[in-house]
């Protein structure tokens, strides 16, 4: 069976199970109406259309629930049959400030009645300039703008050559930078069938403490492999090291958290090799884990970030953040070398504008720290009351349920099983992202605290009713 008849074939027995799943809960679900209560039939008509155009490939759990979205407010979606479901999967990581948040909604559709396209000088990135100038840590002070994040990886790449004058790249096992050639090169696995790829790319462990490679313990490992990544480098490279590409949690392995210090150690093995940090903080950025940037939880000054998904709250707005002194590096610095067509046209500088003045304002970074930690407190006991749970983890709003076949061994539970347990959540209510056989949970930044309540009901027992593997 190929991976895509595999998902099919889930999804429908998972969607057969629909409407029967959802009866006679008890939870907060069913006070308010969550789950997959309706046939499916506009929406499993209206998903047959578009594949008639659409090419494959796309996102594995939207081919796996394909969900057609009429409606979106908020931490919630309501699909065109009517069902509604708490949208935890937020677009991993985009959806920062809920969906059609009032403010941003108006600012968008104001820009667009004026906006030109172009890269023009406008009232949009006036506004923006002055927000991001409120909201950008100290001493990373410029931004460069792009479309994707893939684009603004790239970018930063560019950039770090321009500033060292060499070429060769660390970044680590897990890890993931898009999908273009020096980003791929950049990101674990997904090769297959790609090559070849750039040389002068090497990877590493990355501390990833549940599945440590040299079987250590946080507490007593010295960062081994802070000390494998040094020797990595001095075994492969020519001497040409331009940065180390870092996230600060790694999103699509399941929302890994490194300990305290990591990227401090980090940042000081780039200093040895005279190379640069560049923290991925696409996903971690403008606030989601509880920290405006994630590298902000450490006394770590990263010399360059990429930035997108949260930044503009579902528009799609990358970017490339550093000091004026890096980014007056040539040739990046040259006219039209870090330019993109969309870089910084109204609606995108709007975007960020809209967003990044919503997020102080309301005070969302604390926001997402304070739920967070609630979240991950409630979530703590499923490593105990469900057999199939490894381990939970999370910093602030991107949060992480492993799954596993068996908890001593750590085994990972089979894909059939963690698709069978995505599309019970959807059944059951929430829609949560994926990343290998992790759970994965971005709610908007500004999630109450009894939604984020019902969400985590609906997970506890949703998983401790699945039991083990099965
Ligand atoms: C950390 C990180 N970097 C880069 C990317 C690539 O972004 P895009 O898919 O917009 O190219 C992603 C996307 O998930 C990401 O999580």
Redesign the pocket.
């Known amino acids: 069976m190929t991976e895509a008849t595999e998902r099919v074939d889930g999804r429908r027995s998972a969607g057969q199970r629909g409407a029967g799943a959802a009866e006679g809960s008890g939870t907060r679900r069913a006070a308010h109406g969550l789950g997959m209560l309706r046939p499916r039939t506009r929406s499993e008509a209206h998903w047959a259309e578009e594949q008639q155009v659409i090419g494959p490939g796309l996102q594995a759990v939207m081919l796996l629930a394909r969900l057609c979205v009429a409606e979106a407010d908020g931490a919630e979606l309501t699909d065109i049959d009517g069902n509604r479901v708490l949208d935890l999967q937020g677009a991993?990581?985009v959806n920062s400030l809920g969906h059609a948040e009032p403010r941003f909604t108006a600012a968008l559709a104001a820009e667009l009645r004026r906006a030109p396209a172009g890269a023009f000088g406008s009232a949009a990135r006036l506004d923006m300039t002055r927000a991001l100038r409120a909201f950008l840590p100290e001493g990373l002070d410029r931004v460069q703008l792009y479309s994707?994040?893939?684009?603004a990886?790239e970018a930063a790449l560019r950039l770090a050559k321009s500033v060292t004058g060499k070429h060769e790249f660390l970044s680590f096992w897990g890890g993931?930078?898009?999908?273009t050639m020096g980003?791929l090169a950049l990101t674990a696995g997904a090769r297959a069938g790609l090559g070849p790829l750039p040389p002068g790319y090497f990877s590493a462990p990355y501390a990833n403490c549940y599945r440590c490679p040299f079987r250590l313990r946080p507490e007593s490992c010295g960062f081994a492999c802070v000390e494998h990544a040094r020797d990595v480098i001095k075994e492969n490279s020519t001497g040409a090291l331009a940065a180390i590409v870092v996230?600060p949690v790694q999103?699509?392995s399941g929302n890994v958290v490194p300990p305290p210090g990591y990227l401090t150690a980090l940042g000081e093995v780039a200093r040895e090799f005279d190379a640069l940090l560049i923290a991925?903080e696409?996903?971690t950025g403008f606030g989601r884990t509880g920290a405006a940037f994630a590298h902000q939880h450490e006394a770590v000054r990263p010399d360059v970030l990429?930035v997108?998904?949260g930044m503009g709250g579902g528009f799609p707005v990358?970017g490339v953040v550093a000091g004026a002194g890096t980014m007056a590096a040539a040739p990046f610095s040259e006219p039209s070398a870090s330019s993109s067509s969309f870089g910084a046209f109204p609606a995108a500088c709007r975007a960020v504008a809209v967003t990044t003045g919503v997020i102080m304002t309301d005070k969302l970074v604390d926001n997402a720290a304070q739920r967070g930690r609630e979240m991950l407190d409630q979530l703590a006991d499923l490593t105990e009351l469900a057999p199939l749970v490894g381990d939970v983890r999370g910093l602030g709003l991107a949060l992480g349920i492993e799954l596993v076949a068996d908890r001593h061994t750590r085994e990972p539970a089979p894909r059939s099983v963690v698709q069978r347990v995505y599309l019970e959540l959807l059944d059951a209510g929430v829609l949560v992202m994926l990343g290998g056989n992790t759970l994965r949970l971005y709610p908007p930044l500004n999630v109450d605290r009894d939604t984020a309540g019902t969400a985590v009901d609906i997970i506890r027992e949703t998983l401790i009713g699945f039991g083990g593997v099965r």
């Open positions: 991993g990581g994707g994040g893939t684009e990886v993931f930078h898009g999908k980003s996230e999103g699509r991925d696409m996903m990429a997108g998904k990358t």
